[in-house]
C-alpha cells in the first residue's frame, strides 16, 4: 500500500550494502517485470511506479536497499495526499533523544488535529508521514510543513534545527520537511 501508485525512485547496491549505492529515478535500461511507467512531464525522465508484487520482488533481486516514494499519487500528480517530517538528529545523540523528539513532534500534530503513523528513514532518523486530503498544491503542503517546523525549532532551539547541514544540527534534530 506505501507503494501502490505512487512514483517511485530506487537506492539500489549491486555490490552489497557495503559497496556503492546509487539512487535510481527511471526504469530506462532497467529490466523489472512488471513495473510500470508513466510521462515525463513531471520530472524529465518516465517515473516507475511498483503495483504489483511481481515488480516489487524483481526490483528486490535488482539489489534495491530503499524505495523513495512521492508524496503524491498517480491519479493526481499536482496534489500531495501526505507529508513527511524527516528527524535527522547529530549522529552524536543517543537513542533517547530520538524517541523524545518524536513524541513532541506526535503531539504537535495531534495538537493541530492531524493523524500520522512513523516510518524508519533508513538511517539513524525517524520518518513521520502525515496523510492528507488531496486539495492543497505542493506549494502550499510545503509551506504548512515548513511552518510546523519553524514553530518546534523556536518553541524548543535547544532540540530542533529548521535549517539543514550539519553544523546546525550539532546536539539537535533537523526536521526536513522537504
Known sequence: PHLKDRPVALVRA???IAGE???QKNAERLAI????????EYSGQPVM?????????????????EFHTWNAT???LERPNRFVLDLDP??????????????????ILDELGLASYLKTSGGKGIHIVVPLTPKASWDEVK???????K???KLLPDRFSAVSGPKNRIGRIFIDYL
Not at 33 to 40: A, F, L, R, S, V
Not at 49 to 65: D, Y
Not at 143 to 149: L, Q, Y
Open 49 to 65: 511506479l511498483i503495483n504489483r508484487v511481481e515488480a516489487l520482488v524483481g526490483a528486490v533481486q535488482m539489489s534495491t536497499v
Open 21 to 23: 549505492l546509487f539512487f
Open 14 to 16: 549491486p555490490e552489497g
Open 33 to 40: 517485470p512488471g513495473i510500470e511507467t508513466m510521462g515525463k
Open 143 to 149: 509551506e504548512f510543513s515548513h511552518a510546523i517546523v
Open 90 to 107: 547529530d549522529p552524536a545523540l543517543p537513542w533517547k533523544r530520538m524517541v523524545e523528539a518524536t513524541q513532541l513532534t506526535l503531539t
Open 151 to 153: 514553530h518546534m525549532a
Open 74 to 76: 498517480s491519479a493526481d
